[in-house]
């Protein structure tokens, strides 16, 4: 499928129909927002929780949209919610249950220094913004078939996507990683220099919009292949403006986050984060500079079209 007919496949069912946890489950699920693109969706539209009850270990979930609100139960052996609604054809919505987590984590191929890093950084305060091992092996292999060379990562914390992203760079290539918390920034690196790619990752201590504006006037406009942003999600218009000066036509910018636990499909929630991500994920949608991508938002810069 060519890029220019990539679409949000199924972002339109998130809007309308939403498989959802129950609000007294005893342990919330893992970082489902970060599961890759064919099952990132469903995940995350079951991070948020309802008045549905659940039993014996089964899950409670609700499918609706504007005409329909029915109720329908399904046991963590079986994942799929079916929304009885023409509209969407009956489509079976995958919804991430533990087991099938579990099992989605056991066919993902990670390293060991990884592993090492996943599990230090997993103590730490703020340890759910590291990305999961199934993420970290998507971008991981988005970069190795666009051949990427050069590549920016705009919130690192510990360091684990850039880690993955810098493990299967050529020894040519570089990462340029711009991270504020100055002690998750001493973590990456110590692992980093564990798994000897330091001199491909060059890292930006600070606000990563400065350090971004510093590329651009540094004359590095256009000439990276890939760039990965999972930071503060207020800045994500800006990010983008300053990543597409700085990526190449045909390169990659890869926003993580999108649906935001689901709750961006939500009317009632209106919270900074949340407004800030939906009027992304809206200005994205009708920005003509990019064909996209859904789960996390893939953007792929093209051509720019003659004014004249």
């Avoid at 799929?80 to 919804?95: L, P, T």
């Avoid at 103590?123 to 998507?138: I, T």
Wanted: proline content about 4%; glycine content about 6%.
């Amino acid at each position: 499928m060519g890029s220019s007919s990539l679409g949000l496949h199924h972002w339109s069912v998130l809007a309308s129909q939403r498989a959802i946890l129950p609000q007294n489950s005893a342990k919330p699920l893992q970082k489902f927002h970060s599961l890759p693109t064919t099952v990132t969706v469903a995940c995350i539209a079951t991070s948020r929780a309802s008045s549905v009850r659940c039993h014996l270990g089964c899950f409670g979930f609700t499918a609706f949209n504007r005409k329909l609100r029915k109720s329908v139960r399904g046991c963590a052996t079986n994942p799929f919610v079916v929304a009885n609604d023409e509209k969407y054809g009956n489509k079976q919505v995958i919804s991430i249950t533990p087991q099938v987590y579990d099992y989605i984590l056991a066919n993902v191929r990670e390293p060991e220094v990884l592993r090492q890093l996943r599990e230090e950084t997993a103590s730490m305060h703020g340890s759910q913004m590291q990305v999961s091992p199934d993420q970290a092996q998507l971008l991981a292999m988005l970069v190795q078939i666009h051949g990427a060379e050069k590549c920016i990562e705009v919130g690192v914390y510990t360091g684990y996507s850039s880690l993955a992203t810098a493990l299967v760079l050529p020894e040519s290539g570089s990462l340029v990683a711009c991270e504020r918390d100055g002690r998750s920034l001493e973590v990456a690196k110590k692992y980093y220099d564990k798994a000897n790619v330091s001199h491909k990752v060059h890292v930006k201590y600070g606000f990563a919009a400065d350090a971004l504006r510093s590329l651009i006037l540094s004359g590095e406009a256009c000439s990276y292949d890939f760039a990965f942003v999972d930071a503060d999600k207020r800045m994500y218009q800006e990010y983008f403006e300053l990543l597409l000066q700085l990526v190449k036509v045909g390169g990659l910018i890869v926003f993580d986050n999108v649906l935001w636990h689901g709750k961006v499909a939500d009317p009632e929630v209106n919270d900074a984060k949340t407004v800030s991500i939906r009027n992304f994920n809206t200005s994205i949608m009708q920005d003509k500079r990019v064909p996209i991508g859904d789960g996390m938002t893939i953007c792929r810069k093209r051509q720019p079209h003659n004014k004249s």
